[in-house]
């Protein structure tokens, strides 16, 4: 009754199955993305299930940026006031952290990316 | 594989992996890159975020050049207290001399004579002598304290406030010695503006120009409106949101931009020229208008009016979509803001409509 065909049919929509679960109907509030902008340099993107650590050199001096398990961090500042340590983990879509005295800002977006810009 | 078992069953094969074909361009299609350039400016104490829609990227890199060349002179010119035009203007008002100024100098000034006198001195640029006394210009607040309480009275008492100043022509003078101009409270404002219209004479029309709370935006991204997000001033999310496809401000005041702790309380930057001190009872307002330089002054207004006379204030300087986040998290807001915020985060805030 089915033809070879028909097999390889169903074997590609079983395959694409999980890919459209995730991407109509997974959360966007999680976010996917990590985006660091720097003064005066190009942003860079990371994927936030990429665990890494990351070394920014931005106005003042080094910011070292962690991503972990689906979070993104600051952890080490050259600024005096440390606020974007304080800020601790981002994990939701439209999340944001910044070292303003450095330059460098470290948001988080979805899927959907759903903010052009965050007012702060 | 031979010969014949690629002829053979061809016609179906070419239907199945067209079908896969056909689906995997329609998924692929909803992550198709957008024509969107981003960058990021340092200036102004500030990171300017610009975002430009639908224009190529040498058009784009060189108006933002332009823009960064921009801001460096708007910080050099009107910094209150580096060499430059305000220090200068200031120095012969504090000796009861007559200042020349040029056109940008009397358009800012002459904005805030107004500004401050419909927010009934709530916005008050003349008080850099208090704004000083804090220092919430420098970058570094380890360790920092208060000014003593002394040094802030005899400030509160010389009165210093934008009705002293005459302006003729181009010509500034002050009857108080007192008064020493600080933008900090507009320049920003006033600095999206001139971003978007050097953005526009490249021939950019869609673009969003934002430096920290202060934002401006012109028409959209493509086919959709910009899609704006107002930070949660208790933490690292987003609040609200709201969308914008036309020429508009969005311009948020709030007390964790600028602040230092001692002795467990709070001081942040923006100071009610009443007092001295840091305005209290709010952490947050958030400004609605059509240019950058009138919701700037009228976020700082309505921070320091408070919870129970903002809505006064910002009927006098006409504002229409505007909202303030009190010391308990409540959002007062306006109706016709209301009608077009979306607050993101369940539960969602308690909200006081004032109309």
């Avoid at chain 2, 404002?189 to 120009?209: E, F, W």
Wanted: aromatic fraction near 8%.
């Amino acid at each position: 009754m089915f033809k070879r065909a028909d097999y390889v049919v169903i074997f590609f929509a079983l395959l694409l199955l999980p890919y459209l679960y995730v991407t109509l109907w997974g959360n966007g509030s999680y976010g996917e993305q990590v985006t660091i902008r720097i003064a005066n340099q190009p942003p860079q993107h990371y994927s936030l299930y990429d665990n890494r650590r990351i070394t920014i050199e931005g106005v003042l001096g080094d910011n070292l940026i962690e991503i972990k398990g689906g979070q993104v961090r600051f952890i080490e500042a050259p600024c005096q006031n440390k606020l974007c340590i304080q800020s601790g983990w981002l994990r939701h879509d439209g999340e944001l952290a910044a070292c303003l005295p450095n330059g460098v800002t470290v948001s988080v977006s979805g899927r959907d990316n759903r903010f052009d810009a965050i007012n702060f | 594989m031979t010969e014949s078992t690629i002829t053979r069953p061809a016609p179906r094969r070419l239907t199945v992996w067209g079908l896969l074909g056909a689906l995997l361009l329609t998924l692929g299609g909803c992550t198709e890159k957008q024509p969107l350039y981003q960058q990021q400016l340092l200036a102004l104490g500030t990171l300017i975020d610009i975002s430009i829609y639908g224009s190529d990227e040498t058009t784009a890199q060189t108006a933002i050049k332009e823009v960064q060349g921009q801001m460096e002179q708007l910080h050099h010119n009107w910094h209150p207290w580096q060499p430059g035009k305000l220090m200068e203007i200031n120095r012969k008002l504090a000796a009861g001399e007559e200042a020349a100024l040029d056109d940008e100098g009397r358009f800012l000034i002459n904005r805030g004579m107004t500004l401050s006198q419909q927010s009934g001195n709530l916005f008050n640029p003349a008080v850099g002598g208090l704004i000083r006394l804090w220092g919430f210009h420098s970058d570094d607040w380890s360790g920092k304290q208060p000014p003593a309480a002394a040094d802030i009275a005899t400030q509160v008492a010389a009165h210093p406030q934008m009705s002293a100043l005459t302006l003729e022509e181009h010509r500034l003078r002050s009857q108080n010695p007192a008064v020493t101009l600080d933008l900090g409270a507009y320049a920003k404002g006033y600095a999206v503006d001139i971003a978007i219209k050097t953005l526009r004479q490249h021939g950019i029309n869609n673009a969003i120009v934002n430096a920290g709370g202060n934002l401006r935006l012109i028409g959209s991204k493509g086919k959709q409106p910009w899609r704006i997000g107002i930070r949660d001033p208790r933490g690292t999310g987003v609040i609200a949101s709201l969308e914008s496809n036309s020429d508009e401000a969005v311009i948020t005041s709030g007390d964790y931009e600028r602040y230092f702790e001692h002795q467990g309380q709070r001081y942040h930057h923006i100071i009610d020229p009443r007092s001295g001190y840091p305005a209290r009872g709010v952490i947050a307002t958030t400004v609605i208008a059509a240019d950058g330089l009138t919701a700037d002054a009228a976020s700082t207004a309505l921070f320091i009016a408070g919870p129970d006379h903002w809505y006064q204030v910002a009927q006098a300087m006409g504002i229409k979509e505007a909202m303030l986040i009190d010391e308990h998290g409540t959002v007062h807001i306006t109706r016709a803001l209301m009608q077009r915020i979306h607050f993101e985060q369940k539960p969602a805030p308690t909200i006081h409509l004032v109309d």
